[in-house]
């Protein structure tokens, strides 16, 4: 983050303590407040906040999402109140602004730690699907590592971060192989194509998030047009785009997995 974009963290406030858990709201507050936000880094569903002296961590998990209020005032009159209900669990207090961390289900966090390696589910995750680390070569040395089907293998956030149930279907269909194969029987050619698929699905899903630009003032923005790009998620017994066979839909460890049983190798 540029020197004259930095924020600093007035105060923050928590209007729902669990989003903190297991962290005491009390220490968090008191450790992130009147700090700097230095830069702002993301791996996976965790978006870091890194400030002069330690780290705040937002974990978005399913749901999680952020809003933007102009002021402390504006926050207040729209936090947990009717008609615009802005559903708010943290809030962090800045210079030009309010930034708020909303999750309606409560599955998401926000924790603080003075150091990055303290941080358990960051020191577990493997590369990030977008991160320039992510490489064909990458890929192929750790699918060639397991033995899982490779559905349940691309889902394994400590391997790759990043992809997730729908993503791992459409870059599956679009690479033409079968979800259910072990990981390390994927040729070096194999793993190549899939390692496109997932790089490119997944930037066509962020193109969604942009056009049009989210707008983190309206508490009921959310991405569209997911759902023009794909091609085998939620599509059961829909024709295959591609060779016009029914869509199957099968369970893979408790996740529905949609694929096509003629196209896939």
Known sequence: MPARARQQNRCVRVFHPIATKPQ??????RSAQKQTIRAVTRLGKYLLLELDRGILV????LDGRLLW???ARELVARADREPQNAHVDVALELNRGVLGFADRRHFG???FFRLREACSGLCSLGVDALAREFTPKHFQS?????RRPLKEFL?????????????SAESLWHA??????????LSVKEAAKLHKAIVSVLRRALECCLHPAPDFRDPKWWFQGIEKLLRAYGREDQPCRRCGQPIQR???????NYFCKRCPK
Request: glycine share 10%.
């Open 24 to 29: 005491s709201l009390a220490d968090i507050a």
């Open 58 to 61: 937002v974990y978005f998990r």
């Open 69 to 71: 209020f102009g002021s």
């Open 109 to 111: 966090r926000v924790h």
């Open 142 to 146: 750790l699918v060639s590592e397991s």
């Open 155 to 167: 889902l394994d956030q400590t391997r790759v971060v990043g992809i997730g149930n729908i993503y």
């Open 176 to 185: 033409g192989i079968d979800p259910r194969r072990p990981a390390n029987s």
């Open 250 to 256: 099968i369970e893979q460890r408790g996740q529905s």
